[in-house]
């Protein structure tokens, strides 16, 4: 059974800090890894999709990160903003049904 | 292009009853999955559908269904509600169930069982 961690759980970082949210999965047999952005009360805002054979995706200041062998991604926050502050979930997808990580609770202060 | 549809967006019910949800997904997808998101578990998969297909279900009881229309919007039903079914739902849709497309998430339907 799949199943996704993420650490922290939450983190608190003054506004302009660089930052690295983690993520790693049990089974690496996955078709793609997916990070979302969760603003309260809100759905899932797609940020970047890694499919099984990259490496690396980038998307302005994000920059997110697969390693299938040891079952592990990270999220690249530069110069971070206050409008980053949101829930931020990572989610594996394979055969249709994507498993996802608790979040990463990020508050960036002014 | 309009984005992921869900209707309605809060919904209050007592136990024992029963309700739909609606999902609309992105003009031209034709998959769409559905989640649960609740404080204690997170986000679990509840089904996929494609091509007006269930593909994947994942461990609900059995008064959680769905269905998919020809249009592809999706319909979401829980009968015989309980109070842990309170919880967000989720509706994804994407382009086609290939490995390469992202999933496109609504805005989700609060449902609070009193």
């Known amino acids: 059974k799949q199943e996704v961690t993420q650490i922290p759980a939450a983190l608190s970082v003054p506004e302009g800090e660089n930052l690295v949210l983690n993520c790693s999965f049990t089974?690496?047999?996955?078709?793609?890894l997916q990070w979302f952005r969760q603003d309260p009360g809100k759905g899932l805002t797609s940020l970047l999709l890694?499919?099984?054979?990259?490496r690396e995706q980038t998307s302005g200041r994000l920059n997110a990160s697969l390693d299938k062998s040891s079952g592990r991604s990270t999220l690249y926050i530069a110069a971070s903003q206050p409008g980053d502050s949101a829930t931020y979930l990572c989610?594996?997808?394979?055969?249709?049904?994507?498993?996802f990580g608790d979040g990463t609770t990020l508050t960036v202060k002014p | 292009k309009a984005g992921v549809t869900q209707t309605p967006r809060y919904l209050i019910k007592t136990r024992g009853q029963q309700v739909t949800l609606s999902c609309s997904p992105i003009?031209?997808?034709?998959?769409v999955s559905w989640y649960q998101q609740t404080p204690g578990q997170g986000l679990q998969f509840l089904f996929e559908?494609?091509?007006?297909?269930?593909?994947n279900k994942g461990n609900f009881p059995g008064r959680f269904s769905g269905r998919q229309f020809s249009n592809s919007r999706s319909e979401m039903n829980v009968s015989t509600l309980e109070l842990g079914d309170s919880a967000l739902y989720l509706c994804?849709?994407?382009?086609?169930?290939?490995?390469?497309?992202?999933?496109?998430f609504g805005d989700g339907t609060r449902l609070s069982i009193l």
């Open positions: 994804a849709s994407s382009l086609d169930n290939r490995s390469n497309q992202p999933q496109h």
């Open positions: 089974d690496s047999a996955i078709y793609n």
């Open positions: 890694i499919q099984s054979s990259q």
């Open positions: 989610a594996v997808h394979r055969a249709g049904k994507s498993t």
């Open positions: 003009s031209g997808h034709r998959s």
């Open positions: 559908y494609f091509s007006e297909t269930q593909r």
